[in-house]
């Protein structure tokens, strides 16, 4: 299993350090979350921050766009140095341009899926996504509970692609941790994101390669 370290947790006066930190630690991606006071009740950062910090590892930037207009500001993102660009099927943009957009920019681009919205919300754009992320607590902030019961929309997405013949990566994100990362590896998850399993760890590098050791 990979493992993307969300910076939602970290100490946002040292983001850089916090970064090198999970790179030493062993991370796979490091998962940035974009929020904009509108798509949901917080705010965290934009694309000048992810600018400041883009150097300080090599590492993929996952950048997690809460955003209600991701076609405005996807430029924005692509010129940060984000790697993977997702945002939420159920923003206002129209998700065909935005999905254009992104891949213009010679970047991977993902849909993300709140825990209301029905995995077959992403299938009209499968043939042009790199991504599906699964949204396992309701956006906006960190350390909530994980709902499992977003788990079988893993597999319907799957089954999908299957059918399809598509290579798709499928992603959690929300309340992943020790106590929940099996189950998201039995239903067939690629990629978790972790933000208080991983920060809040006496031992981040034993945290996460626990996790990825699923
Ligand atoms: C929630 C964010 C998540 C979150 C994960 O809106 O997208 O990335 O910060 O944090 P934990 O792992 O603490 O649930
Ligand atoms: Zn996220």
Redesign the pocket.
Known sequence: MKIAP?L??CDFSKMGEEIVRMDKAGADWM?L?V?DGHF?P?ITFGAPVIKTVRKYTDKPFDV?L?ISDPLKYADDFADAGADIITFHVECDSDIDKTIDKIRSRGVKTGLVIKPNTPASAVFPYLDKIDLVLV??????????S?MADMLPKVKEIKDECKRRGIEMLVEA?????EATIEQAANAGIDVC???????KAENAAEAIAKLQSY
């Open positions: 969300s939602l947790s998962h979350d929020m949901v917080n997690h809460m949204m396992t607590v309701e956006p906006g902030f960190g350390g909530q994980f994100d929300g309340g992943i941790g994101v972790a933000g208080t399993a991983v920060f």
